[in-house]
């Protein structure tokens, strides 16, 4: 289980934070050289945290 954050201020939309979070799991997963990556999380969750910035 691996846990990565990533600060990004400049995010148009609630469905550009959800892709580029997605992105920044799978570029995770293959830095580790993993076979599969699950990447888990919540939109709405995703969506709060973007309007707090």
Do not use: W
């Not at 148009?12 to 580029?20: H, I």
Request: charged share 25%.
């Amino acid at each position: 289980m691996v846990l990565k954050t990533v600060i990004h201020s400049n995010v148009p939309s609630p469905f550009a934070a959800e892709a580029y979070a997605c992105l920044e799991g799978t570029k995770l997963g293959i830095s580790l050289r993993t076979q599969s990556v699950k990447l888990m999380g919540d939109s709405k969750t995703i969506k709060k945290k973007v309007g707090r910035l």
